[in-house]
């Protein structure tokens, strides 16, 4: 048996919005694309991205991957993706991976895949562990991959959860158990990967990524937010159109530090979550006076 990875990959692994940033050109570049204005978002972004912005990289990137106000171009899509992920941008290092991937670079994928797993990325944890069960560009692993289906599951893919239950016929239950400890221990490393070290610390070492293009030019970013766990999200709307789902991300993730969107599609409808929070209480604080807003259990 084989995983289907490709016909998910793009389309109900949900599309991700634009990154913000500090850059005034590359807010004003998410606030066009918000109104549904993608020319003057690429009017605003194209030139930062030129000069080495890593969020405006990867926002040029989706423009291209997703066809807005543009022809589709996965060949450009991968080119900007990839600038972004040279300079470790989180959703460049992860889309640049499973474009990779769409473009039939599938060994070429792998270490990025493995980069945005580490960050804790669900598409990412998604598409690895299709690749790792199929023995698709890296060996079979089948007890690893059904550890990454699990944390790809945990963080709100249902395409992952549906994914496990055909992986539950064909892995053995010795090898379930193994990935069972595996995740467990993926949640605990991601969960300190995204800790703040104390100033007395010693720094963490991280290995590079051997590429073709290392020079990469300096940018600053903000520190991340604190990382987030728990089991509770909140449903904020249900949307005939998926980029309503999106431009409404766009709209409110400043009011939800630490927390992930994901785009949960049933039928013709595609739904905002946004999460994880520890408690319903906490989930319900979070809602404020956004409506509709209703905290729900994964």
Known sequence: MRLPAALLLFASLGLTPPALAQDAAVKAGVDAYNRGDYAGAMQAWRPAAEKGDADAQYNVGQIYKLGRGVPVDMVEAEKWYRLAALQGHDLGEANYGMMLFENGKREAAVPWLERAVAHGEPRAQYLLGVMLFNGDGVARNWVRAYALMLRASAGG??????????????????????????????????????????????????????????????????????????????????????????????????????????????????????????????????????????????
């Open 157 to 298: 893919l249902d395409a992952a959860t549906r994914t496990l239950a055909q992986m539950d016929q064909n892995i053995p239950a010795a090898d379930r158990e193994q990935a069972q400890a595996l995740a467990q221990r993926y949640a605990k490393e991601e969960h300190a990967a995204a800790t703040p070290v104390p100033k007395s610390a010693p720094p963490r070492k991280t290995a590079p990524i051997a590429v073709a293009h290392a020079a990469k030019p300096a940018v600053a970013t903000a520190p991340p937010p604190p990382h987030a766990n728990g089991s509770w999200r909140l449903q904020l709307g249900a949307f005939a159109a998926p980029g309503n789902a999106e431009r409404l991300w766009g709209q409110v993730r400043t009011r939800f530090p630490g927390r992930q969107p994901f785009y949960s599609t049933s039928g013709k409808l595609t739904r905002l979550i946004v999460g994880p929070f520890p408690s319903q209480a906490e989930a319900e604080k979070a809602c404020g006076a956004i409506k509709p807003c209703m905290a729900v259990q994964h």
